[in-house]
């Protein structure tokens, strides 16, 4: 018997790393800048992804989105009275979404007909971060309801964000949420990640936050 | 919980690579997974004994060695290795810092094999 070490040096995730790489070429050459929305379950993606769409269409963008979830297609249909044209992902029992679904489900599309296209990750704060969608920027939710230590809990994913969005701003004071310590504690584990605090009830964050959708979009230069 | 599909992906790749070794026996597997990879080792062996069942890896042992975050610090000039992930501030001068430099990484490292003696490797000049 002969020991021998193989020095392999292999991306586990490479085949969704290059399809991801695939993708981001797309979206440039399509010039639609890719939104990967990630949080908790519960959240308020949805209805925070809902009002984007609603809000952008009024202002006359041109939007889409895709929407992760392992059953149901309650939140497609939810999305989709929008307007906007709206596909439901199920990944049946699988955490995340990942490079390859996202591919699938943009067949037919038109992508350079889009401004801006949104994908609706699976609610989980740990696998998703694994997985590269192509995505031009990664938003991060966090509700008033989860507690303000949730970037320390989740710091994978939360440092991988470029945005955090904090929903439900309209319960922070039922919840005697922390304001403050929510935002030391986003800085400490992605300084400096601009930091939007929402309310789809009340309408709180929209322009600064629709403003910031803009510049990146305009940034990329088209 | 994505550990067994990342399991999957190690048993397909190390299948792959060992294919070339006729008659070899993969005893070690080798993985570098930074501490932000977002992956649990014990997870990881739970799900390998499982995944590796009737493959060329099965009876292998899963080595995991967890790779620090280093970061790149602007005021000091040079990567620094965090303590843990609860801060992304320079250990030595107390700046954040905003340059991920390691700490992502899920890979395989390397395989050991054992080969039976006076068996030509295949398709490989040694």
Known sequence: MTTRIVELRRGILKKNDELAAGLRDRYATAGVLVLNLVSSPGTGKTAFLEWTLIELRKRGARVAALVGDLETDNDARRLAASGAPVRQINTHGICHLDAEMISKHLDGWELGSLDYLFIENVGNLVCPSSYDLGEGIRVVLLSVTEGEDKPLK???????ADAAVITKMDLAAPCAFDRWEALKNINEIRPGMRIFETSAKTGAGIEEWLGYLEEKRVGRGH | MHELSIVSSIVDTVTESAAVYPGARVVEVRLRVGALASVVEDSLQFCY?????????????????????????VPCGEDVALEGVQSFRCPKCGEPCFDLRQGRELEIEAIEIEEADGVEKAGVTA
């Open chain 2, 49 to 73: 004994g499982i995944a590796t069942e009737g493959t060329a890896l099965e009876g292998s042992r899963l080595v995991v060695k967890v790779l620090p975050v280093v970061m790149h610090c």
């Open chain 1, 154 to 160: 989740y710091p994978a994913m939360f440092n991988s």
